[in-house]
């Protein structure tokens, strides 16, 4: 087998390490330890910390929408990718007992103010997830499947302007309810029942 190199071990440990434990509270030292790498190896690949963060978002967010293949999967209905997707990350932070959350929400509440270039990585990140549910959404609203009484772009932001929402109220609340609603009202605005 291949060995993973060096760069892969550092973004791998990072995005494990930025998630569960914040960006703030995580050392350069921290992440090169879980890489098993040396500390100065990091620099060789990152001209800092930033820079990592902003490689770990584009990384993240590409990962979010192929490990959860629904979104992609056009064999089925467009409601039922979406109610696939959220459906799969609720289960994912009902079994990480709800203390991860989602990279994009943290970051953006954590280093929004801190760090242009994450901040302008979340947005990025943001817009192309929003963009992929507008798509289906509209594809949902023209074959009859997704109620058409309301904008596909403004159905999309409030899709994921509300999931940031619950997530964060979740990770206070440590259960799922906040998820349960935002599924409840989704479900009624998508299919206007």
Not at 39 to 62: I, T
Not at 106 to 135: C, D, M, V
Request: net charge negative.
């Amino acid at each position: 087998m291949p060995k993973p190199n060096v760069k892969e071990q550092i973004v791998t440990a990072g995005l494990h390490l930025l998630h569960s434990k914040g960006f703030n509270a995580t050392s350069v030292q921290d992440i090169t330890q879980a890489a098993g790498v040396p500390k100065g190896s990091f620099y060789n690949h990152f001209a800092s910390k930033e820079a990592l963060g902003v490689e770990v978002l584009q990384l993240y967010s590409g990962a979010a929408v192929q490990a959860r293949g629904f979104l992609l999967d056009t064999s089925l209905a467009p409601l039922e990718r979406l109610r696939g997707y959220f459906g799969d990350l609720i289960e994912q932070n009902v079994a990480g007992e709800f203390c991860a959350g989602c990279m994009l929400g943290n970051f953006s509440t954590e280093l929004s103010s801190q760090s242009p270039l994450i901040r302008e990585q979340t947005r990025l990140s943001f817009a192309a997830l929003t963009g992929l549910f507008e798509r289906i959404i509209d594809e949902g609203q023209r074959d009859g499947t997704i109620a058409g009484d309301q904008p596909a772009a403004q159905l999309a932001n409030f899709a994921s302007d509300a999931w940031q929402g619950a997530v964060l109220r979740a990770k206070v609340e440590k259960n799922r309810a906040p998820l349960d609603r935002f599924m409840a009202m989704m479900e009624r605005l998508l299919t206007g029942v």
